[in-house]
Nanobody
């Protein structure tokens, strides 16, 4: 079965850290661009970070220098290390891929396989 499963969300205090995982099954993740997105209540889903098959990565301005995306090919998993978390980072975080081998990271509507999401809450 082809699917993505996120994990690692939770409740953390401002300034804290979390590492999210996105594990693929049924296919090899490193062939595809993998993105992390988030959606806060009442807001549109927004792109956070993306890594393509060549390991080129990009970040939203709001998370640059705080979040790091990486991939472990042996574990077929993409990670999002989140440091210096702020209350405005609170959202459901989703991972997704563009199901075209070696595609570059792009617009949200190009991502066509999504995980179920994991909740991140930053609060004291």
């Amino acid at each position: 079965q082809v699917q993505l499963v996120e994990s690692g969300g939770g409740l953390v205090q401002p300034g804290g850290s979390l590492r999210l995982s996105c594990t693929a099954s049924g296919f090899t993740l490193d062939y595809y661009a993998t993105g992390w997105f988030r959606q806060a209540p009442g807001e549109e889903r927004e792109g956070v970070s993306c890594i393509d098959s060549s390991a080129s990565a990009n970040y939203a301005d709001s998370v640059k220098d705080r979040f790091t995306i990486s991939r472990d090919n042996l574990k077929n998993t993409v990670y999002l290390q989140m440091n210096s978390l702020k209350p405005e980072d609170t959202a459901v975080y989703y991972c997704a891929i563009i199901m075209s081998p070696h595609a570059k990271c792009g617009r949200r509507d190009l991502f066509n396989l999504w995980g179920q999401g994991t909740q991140v809450t930053v609060s004291s």
